[in-house]
């Protein structure tokens, strides 16, 4: 089946650090990939996405790319801020699987 | 133009009760699924609804369920409530689905709390 495994959380960066949360996956077929973020007492928004190998997904600072060989999607920024501070997910959408495999989902702390 | 809106956003419910949870997609979203946020197990799809018709089911108890209307809006319901309900339910809609290349967006999400 389908599976996300995410970083362990949580992180904690001072403001303008870089920032990396690692992702690989395991699916059938060929997956599409995503990045959502919650802010504290909100739903998910979509970050980032690639659809397919060695695309790279960007957005706010925040790129990703698809790895099809070593089944990663990391997730980096350069230089982060506050505002950024919230839980970041890594997600899967595989064939004609209509749903979204979420990994566990990583807590960033942003520090002024 | 307007978000998803999922009500209510906050309940609290008695063991044994039921509960009804109502999302609004997106103007013009045929495609509404559920998802189901706890710090336990995270985030688990519930089920997918399109053009009225459950078309994809997670591995839930069938204690849940749920529907969608002519109009897309849809509702899930969730029978003989136990603590472990507890969790964030999250809505999220598209224009025909994650299997078409879509992007979905989601709710803020109801916050059930079960005593």
């Known amino acids: 089946g389908n599976s996300v495994t995410q970083m362990e959380g949580p992180v904690t960066l001072s403001e303008e650090a870089f920032l990396t949360i690692n992702c690989t996956y395991t699916?059938?077929?060929?997956?599409?990939l995503f990045w959502y973020v919650q802010y504290p007492g909100e739903g998910l928004q979509l970050l980032l996405k690639a659809t397919k190998a060695d695309d790279k997904g960007s957005n706010k600072g925040f790129e990703a790319t698809y790895r099809k060989e070593t089944t990663s999607f990391h997730l980096e920024k350069g230089s982060v801020q506050v505002s950024d501070s919230a839980v970041y997910f890594c997600?899967?959408?595989?064939?004609?699987?209509?749903?979204?495999?979420f990994g566990s989902g990583t807590q960033l702390t942003v520090l002024p | 133009k307007a978000g998803v809106t999922q009500t209510p956003r906050y309940l609290i419910k008695t063991r044994g009760q039921q509960v009804t949870l109502s999302c609004s997609p997106i103007?013009?979203?045929?495609?509404v699924s559920w998802y189901q946020q706890t710090p336990g197990q995270g985030l688990q799809f519930l089920f997918e609804?399109?053009?009225?018709?459950?078309?994809n089911k997670g591995n839930f108890p069938g204690r849940f369920s749920g529907r969608q209307f002519s109009n897309s809006r849809s509702e899930m319901n969730v029978s003989t409530l136990e603590l472990g309900d507890s969790a964030l339910y999250l809505c999220?809609?598209?224009?025909?689905?994650?299997?078409?290349?879509?992007?979905?967006?989601f709710g803020e999400g109801s916050w059930l709390t079960v005593v």
């Open positions: 999220a809609s598209s224009f025909d689905g994650l299997s078409s290349g879509n992007t979905i967006y």
């Open positions: 699916a059938t077929g060929y997956p599409s």
């Open positions: 997600a899967l959408s595989s064939g004609s699987a209509r749903q979204l495999t």
């Open positions: 609804y399109f053009s009225e018709t459950q078309r």
């Open positions: 103007s013009g979203h045929r495609s």
